[in-house]
């Protein structure tokens, strides 16, 4: 049966953590009225221009299972992200280009922070071959948040962040998992939506989130280890700032992705996993994304309490 449908056992304790990296480049151009008050005192105004970023995105989650009936697992993540940014700055044909005034918007920088670490409760059951769980839970507002809206600073000409890691409100999460154990072969499905459902102090909303994915693993015949390969989806809505829908930012963005999944088994209560998920198809609204890859990798252990 897949992992991703099995209950716990009562009174058992998984704690895993992982850390994952991946790469970003994005390409925007900046433009009046967010170049800043210069567009209004300067003659001519400044002129449009490139920004060229790429940020390398990397952090490690503890998640926390534990069992408290054969059927009832209370679930729990916190993750640590750290952002490293480089941005070159060209004009519209390419040519490198300095900025004047000088661009408030990004600079060479390392970010760090918690993000929004979320509480669910998981009902779950094995029936035979057969394995499904139900998750009910929230992302919780304790995650680095900006102090000021970054468009109303950018048109100000204050130095501003655009990086944040969490939402500043309460976003509620609904989950499944189904899976079925044909032996040699285990497959396995799940979905999960986060839900924004307000807005922040500063007038932050953050868009909708969708996950599904499907995997197909097998021991290969080993006693140790299992591998797995799949496909993943995930769909994010526009953010809003102030009701609006910005110029840069999320502006709503869909990814297919292939994924590739190892585990081994150290001994009988602890465990490594990794994987590897390529992007075969993203449609990113607004500013030019790329990414080559995400990798993951993690230690898992459990404890009977």
Same mark, same amino acid.
């Given at each position: 049966?897949?992992?991703?449908?099995?209950?716990?056992?009562?009174?058992?304790?998984?704690?895993?953590?992982?850390?994952? +990296?991946?790469?970003?480049?994005?390409?925007?151009?900046?433009?009046?009225?967010?170049?800043?008050?210069?567009?209004?005192?300067?003659?001519?105004?400044?002129?449009?221009?490139?920004?060229?970023?790429?940020?390398?995105?990397?952090?490690?989650?503890?998640?926390?299972?534990?069992?408290?009936?054969?059927?009832?697992?209370?679930?729990?993540?916190?993750?640590?992200?750290?952002? #490293?940014?480089?941005?070159?700055?060209?004009?519209?044909?390419?040519?490198?280009?300095?900025?004047?005034?000088?661009?408030?918007?990004?600079?060479?920088?390392?970010?760090?922070?918690?993000?929004?670490?979320?509480?669910?409760?998981?009902?779950?059951?094995?029936?035979?071959?057969?394995?499904?769980?139900?998750?009910?839970?929230?992302?919780?507002?304790?995650?680095?948040?900006?102090?000021?809206?970054?468009?109303?600073?950018?048109?100000?000409?204050?130095?501003?962040?655009?990086?944040? +890691?969490?939402?500043? #409100?309460?976003?509620?999460?609904?989950?499944?998992?189904?899976?079925?154990?044909?032996?040699?072969?285990?497959?396995?499905?799940?979905?999960?939506?986060?839900?924004?459902?307000? #807005?922040?102090?500063?007038?932050?909303?953050?868009?909708?989130?969708?996950?599904?994915?499907?995997?197909?693993?097998?021991?290969?015949?080993?006693?140790?280890?299992? +591998?797995?390969?799949?496909?993943?989806?995930?769909?994010?809505?526009?953010?809003?700032?102030?009701?609006?829908?910005?110029?840069?930012?999320?502006?709503?963005?869909?990814?297919?992705?292939?994924?590739?999944?190892?585990?081994?088994?150290?001994?009988?209560?602890?465990?490594?996993?990794?994987?590897?998920?390529?992007?075969?198809?993203?449609?990113?609204?607004?500013?030019?994304?790329?990414?080559? +890859?995400?990798?993951?990798?993690?230690?898992?252990?459990?404890?009977?309490?």
């Amino acid at each position: 049966m897949a992992a991703a449908a099995a209950p716990l056992a009562q009174r058992v304790l998984v704690v895993a953590l992982t850390t994952d +990296f991946t790469t970003i480049k994005s390409t925007h151009v900046e433009d009046c009225p967010d170049i800043g008050p210069a567009c209004a005192t300067q003659m001519p105004p400044p002129q449009p221009y490139q920004h060229h970023l790429q940020n390398v995105a990397y952090g490690v989650t503890l998640d926390a299972q534990y069992g408290v009936l054969l059927w009832l697992t209370i679930a729990a993540t916190v993750p640590y992200r750290f952002v #490293t940014t480089s941005v070159q700055y060209t004009d519209l044909a390419g040519n490198p280009y300095v900025p004047v005034p000088p661009d408030t918007h990004h600079r060479n920088e390392t970010v760090t922070g918690f993000g929004d670490p979320t509480l669910a409760a998981v009902v779950g059951q094995a029936v035979g071959r057969w394995g499904y769980s139900v998750r009910l839970g929230a992302m919780l507002p304790f995650g680095r948040t900006l102090d000021v809206d970054p468009f109303i600073a950018g048109r100000l000409g204050l130095v501003h962040e655009h990086i944040q +890691f969490g939402a500043g #409100t309460v976003r509620p999460i609904v989950g499944g998992a189904a899976g079925y154990d044909f032996g040699g072969v285990g497959v396995d499905a799940f979905f999960q939506g986060v839900f924004a459902v307000a #807005t922040n102090a500063i007038g932050y909303r953050p868009g909708q989130r969708m996950n599904a994915g499907v995997h197909v693993s097998s021991a290969l015949g080993l006693s140790r280890a299992r +591998f797995g390969v799949g496909a993943e989806m995930a769909h994010e809505s526009t953010e809003t700032w102030q009701g609006i829908q910005q110029e840069e930012g999320n502006l709503g963005r869909t990814d297919v992705l292939a994924v590739l999944s190892a585990r081994y088994a150290a001994g009988s209560r602890v465990g490594a996993f990794a994987a590897l998920k390529v992007p075969l198809y993203v449609n990113a609204v607004g500013a030019q994304l790329s990414y080559p +890859f995400v990798v993951q990798l993690g230690v898992a252990t459990a404890l009977s309490l």
